[in-house]
Structure formats: C-alpha cells, structure tokens
C-alpha cells in the first residue's frame, strides 16, 4: 500500500491506498515541533485501528510546504516503513509542463493539485484550495500548469482582525440567513463567508476572462464545504484532491 502525506501550514492530511483505491484518511493539526517519532507513534496507533498491520505499506510519498517537517517525514518513511519517501516538487517526473517564471517556487501540493485534477477530471480547470491561503491554480485545455494567485485564508483572515479589534469576538464558520447582520456575531458572519464567496466569484470571472474560455471549478481544503455550499462557481468539491494527486506522482515515480 501507499501512505500519502500532504503537509499544510494549518494542517497534516494522510491517505492511505490500495492501488487507486484511498482506504482510510486522517486530518492532523500541523505542530512544527513534534519529532519523527511522536508523529511515528501518533500514525502507528491509526494505522493499528484501522486494521492495517505497518507491513503493508511499502511506499511513501510527501509534499511539504514546511521544512521543518519535511525532514521529520523523511524520517519517518525511512525509520517506520523502511522505505525513504518521495518527495514532490518540480524536479521530479509530474507529467505536466509548470508554465510559470520559476517552476521551482510552485508548491509542493499545488502540484499534487493540478496533476490530480489532470488525471481525475478535465481541462482547462481551476482549483480552489482553501488552507491557511486560498489559492486558485490554472491549468490549461493542454494540461499545463500556468500559474494562479493567492490570497488570504478564511481563519488567517479573521485572526488578522480579531488581532486588531479589542471589541471584536470569534465566532463560527456558519453562514446567517441575511447578508445584513442585526448584531456583531451575524455581521462577522455575513462578511466573512459572503466576503469570501465573492472573492471566489470574482476571481474565477477574472481568471475564466484572461483564459478566454469556460473552466471546470474544483474546491478543495479543509474549509471547502463552508463556501462551496454559498456558491455556484464551484463546480466540484473533493477534499481529498491533494492525497489523490501524491498517489498518482508516486505511481509515475515508482521504480518498479
């Protein structure tokens, strides 16, 4: 089997499969801190409830946007698994051109992105991947990555104001029924998750323009869901795109 790790700022997400097949996932909150081996023994225990014996994985792949535990990883794949893990970036076999200035920039999981969304669905498309930054990645009718924007997470976002508003309170990620909030919790909610909804729409409409043609929208990211539901810009929502996109470079990679 194949344990496929994709490492975020916010969080961890692990896969594992059988062929094509994605057996079980989990979702980790991201600790820069922890060593090989507490992250060792924290997927041991999963991997024991899940029925799955450690023996029955054989490969390992990562993508890593955090170099602290990109090392950490590596470590894990090579003491826990006996198998050193394939690391994703630009260097490696893709099967996709990344038409941008600096191929080497591109992330390790807008990568996994655009070759699963190559391999799984059709182009051109854009993937939305709502993380720590919200980012929009195009791929072209031909395949081709040619590059996206970013911008600021919903939580970053919102920490970025709570952070500065003394009178301000959290609140959930719940869409209200009206856009015109009656008392400071709905107005936070009205804002955020309409605020975000139109950022999707309008980036789309911009990208869809200088592309000249329709795109296939895809979600995907831990707070995909909170917009997807808001908005018909996004076409398809699949929150284990990422993970999918690893077991794909990793079957173009293998050796045998």
């Known amino acids: 089997m194949l344990l496929a790790i ?3 700022n916010t969080e961890i997400k692990l896969g594992v499969f059988e ?5 079980v996932s989990w979702r980790w909150s991201t600790d820069p801190y922890k060593l090989a081996d507490e992250y060792a023994a ?9 029925g799955l014996p450690r023996e029955s994985v054989g490969r390992v792949v990562v993508s890593s946007v955090v170099p602290r535990l990109t090392e950490a990883f590596s470590e894990l794949g090579s003491g826990y698994f006996g198998c050193a893990p394939l690391q994703v970036s630009s260097s490696i076999q893709t099967g996709i051109a990344l038409i941008v200035d600096r191929p080497e920039e591109v992330g390790a999981d807008r990568i996994a992105n655009a070759v699963a969304t190559k391999t799984l669905y059709r182009t051109p498309a854009i993937v939305v991947d709502f993380g720590t930054a919200t980012t929009f990645d195009v791929i072209s009718g031909e395949g081709d990555f040619i590059g996206g924007c970013f911008a600021p997470g919903l939580v970053a976002a ?41 950022l999707v729409e309008g980036l789309v409409a911009r990208i869809e323009h200088e592309m000249g043609q329709k795109a296939l929208v895809l979600g995907t990211g831990g707070l995909v869901e909170i ?5 018909r810009a996004i076409n398809v929502v699949d929150e284990h795109l990422t993970l999918h996109g690893l077991r794909v470079l990793a079957d173009l990679n293998s050796k045998d």
Request: with cysteine; hydrophobic share 45%; glycine share 12%.
């Open 19 to 23: 062929g094509h097949d994605l057996r």
């Open 227 to 231: 917009i997807a539901n808001q908005t």
């Open 158 to 198: 919102v920490d970025g104001l709570l952070s500065r508003a003394a009178r301000l309170q959290r609140f959930d990620f719940v869409a209200p029924d009206k856009v015109i909030g009656t008392n400071t919790i709905a107005c936070l909610q009205a804002g955020t998750i309409f605020g975000y909804v139109g």
């Open 42 to 50: 924290q997927l041991g225990w999963l991997l024991q409830t899940a």
């Open 6 to 8: 994709d490492v975020g």
